[in-house]
């Protein structure tokens, strides 16, 4: 794959939240946990919300990330056309007392009959526990006690392999919807607030972190006031197309992989026998990995739009030169300059061998908006993301 890191790579979902959540309370946010939305206002200068003990928070802007439930979305009056769920599933990360050979094995006899059915180590002991819940009434906005998931999964399989000390225990489904806007005047919708779908190829984590790194530098540009016009209005134009296209490619695994009957199986082996092509496993992998995301900037060289991988610099790598969440010229020439826009963009004079094009221009998404080597040019580009040079 076009990464410096060709390998999947399985990171506890408590893993990536505590890093965030380190790395922003690093950068002085704030985190509030048990705070409940219930009704929000907007007006031309901000927004203002209300939580369910009767406080009231203002701010210039509102993004929900509140999941597929969103209550800011349903505030907003947004529709969420789609599919609603038609296989329901629970899920229990727990330790078990059973041996791993024995409990490989029944777990394999078990996904001959319920191939939903699932048991995966993750990790200290801890295994997750994937099993169909058809049949079952249940509140979905209330997590299975151990008992209910101990019996379900024994109705399933015939045993609960001793699944005891649960870390976490939900409920999903297979529904996928997405918002019609991701903006509304000053609020916004990222994540599952704005996209649900199947999580098959565990796809939904890169979909919402990616959206809150497309916004995340465009609000802040609105805040500090350099902003060009509709910068703000592209973070729907880019990241909605992504997420209708990560709706597809779950339903089209949920047919091939959940669907029983003959045209199933002949549509999977098929797929299969294309999958031994190279082009099209690399085409059907970067695209389940989000590696091969590319957003539209018009006619251009082939980097354009594309996330530019972590490639190695003389001085070290790409990625560390992003940490700071500007903009980022990439000159091999020497000879280009971003006065006007020094306070927006880094200027990095540096070669690589695993860059063959003179400069580049990146977002501080890492995406690339500029490739060439004529200065004239760049100066065409720099306003369309940064605004207006300052003198």
Known sequence: MDTAHPYGLSIPQAVTERLLTERATELGAEVRRGCELIGLSQDEHGVTVELADGTQLRSRYLVGCDGGRSVVRELLGVGFPGEPTRAKTWLGDVEVTEQPATLAAMTAETRKAHVRFGVIPIGDGVYRIIVPAEGVAEDRATAPTLAEFKQRVRVVAGTDFGAHSPRWLSRFGDASRQAERYRVGRVL??????HIHPPAGGQGLNLGVQDAFNLGWKLAAEVNGWAPEGLLDSYHTERHPVAARVLDNTRAQGVLFL??????????????ELMDFEDVNRYVIEMITAVGVRYDFGDGHELLGKRMRDIGLKRGRLYELLHSGRGLLLDQTGRLSVAGWADRVDHVVDGSEELDVPAVLLRPDGHVAWVGEDQQDLLSQLPKWFGAAVS
């Open 259 to 272: 669907t029983p009957g003959p045209g199933t199986q002949a549509l999977h082996q098929l797929l299969s």
């Open 189 to 194: 919708l990222a994540g599952d607030a704005a």
